[in-house]
């Protein structure tokens, strides 16, 4: 998993899985991320990247998908999950590469009703 940044005001950080899709954050997308929770604010900062946001308490709860990882058995759980999904595409992908399957589009075209 990722390391704990260093300094005293990490040492009761928990990892958190988020989804950030706001502006206002330097990063987006699923991240984990080390997180300190105060009263008015809640420190972030992304493993791999090592940027850190302060954001306030507000904004945190206003966050619709997070979940803590906070025994061993969450974080096997996410590594089983991620690995599997890592393996699921890497089939497709050779299937497609061999030719035996087609590559899959993205969204299907949608279609207006005529006014």
């Given at each position: ?18 989804k950030?899709?706001?502006k206002?954050?330097?990063?987006c ?10 009263y ?11 940027t850190?946001?302060?954001?306030r ?8 998908v997070k979940?803590?990882?906070?025994t ?6 996410f590594?089983?999950k991620r690995?599997?999904?890592w393996?699921?595409?890497?089939q497709s ?16 075209k949608v279609r207006?009703p005529?006014?």
């Open positions: 998993m990722l390391e704990k940044p260093q300094g005293k005001k990490w040492r009761n950080a928990e990892l958190w899985h988020l950030l899709w706001d206002r954050w330097p990063v997308g699923y991240r984990l991320c080390w997180v300190v929770k105060g008015k604010r809640v420190a972030l900062s992304t493993g791999i990247m090592h850190k946001i302060n954001m308490i507000q904004d945190w709860d206003n966050i619709a979940e803590r990882y906070h061993e058995e969450d974080k096997r759980l590594k089983d690995e599997r999904i393996n699921e595409a890497e992908r050779l299937l497609v590469a061999s030719g035996k399957a087609k590559k899959k589009r993205g969204r299907p207006y005529k006014r």
